[in-house]
């Protein structure tokens, strides 16, 4: 199933499911939750070559505002570090491994999860 919207889509695949219902489930916000990341997915054309596209710098403080006004909405603290992953994270969307992962290879780990949600 595809979702009808960018937003939609783009939970789906990083939940790594065909099914949206499911997708919320394991990559959405649920009851339960102390941290969640806030992604902005731009409208851009991205060109018809391969790497024949360059995030402008510009774009990680353009959505700022925002960002900052749903913070405050729902009574929120932004945490100024980087996401990282962790192995209740990769059960959660559904990956689960028999073998302790170092997190650079928990990142790949999500990144194949995802990359593989078609094909399951």
Same mark, same amino acid.
């Given at each position: 199933?595809?979702?009808?919207?960018?937003?939609?889509? &783009?939970?789906?695949?990083?939940?790594?499911?065909?099914? +949206? #219902? *499911? !997708?919320?489930?394991?990559?959405?916000?649920?009851?339960?939750?102390? #941290?969640? =990341? +806030?992604?902005?997915?731009?409208? =851009?054309?991205?060109? %018809?070559? &391969?790497?024949?596209?360059?995030? /402008?710098?510009?774009?990680?403080?353009?959505?700022?505002? %925002?960002?900052?006004?749903?913070?405050?909405?729902?009574? !929120?603290?932004?945490? /100024?570090?980087?996401? &990282?992953?962790?192995?209740?994270? @990769? #059960?959660?969307?559904?990956?689960?491994?028999?073998?302790?992962? *170092? /997190?650079?290879?928990?990142?790949?780990? &999500? @990144?194949?999860?995802? !990359?593989?949600?078609?094909?399951?």
């Amino acid at each position: 199933m595809i979702a009808k919207t960018p937003d939609a889509e &783009f939970l789906r695949i990083i939940a790594g499911t065909h099914q +949206i #219902n *499911k !997708a919320f489930e394991r990559a959405g916000l649920t009851v339960g939750d102390e #941290n969640a =990341w +806030i992604i902005s997915l731009p409208d =851009w054309q991205i060109g %018809d070559g &391969f790497g024949d596209f360059e995030i /402008p710098r510009s774009s990680y403080n353009d959505s700022n505002a %925002d960002a900052i006004r749903l913070i405050e909405h729902i009574g !929120a603290t932004l945490i /100024p570090r980087r996401p &990282f992953p962790t192995k209740s994270g @990769l #059960n959660r969307i559904g990956a689960e491994y028999s073998i302790d992962l *170092k /997190p650079a290879m928990m990142e790949s780990a &999500f @990144l194949s999860h995802a !990359a593989l949600s078609d094909l399951r």
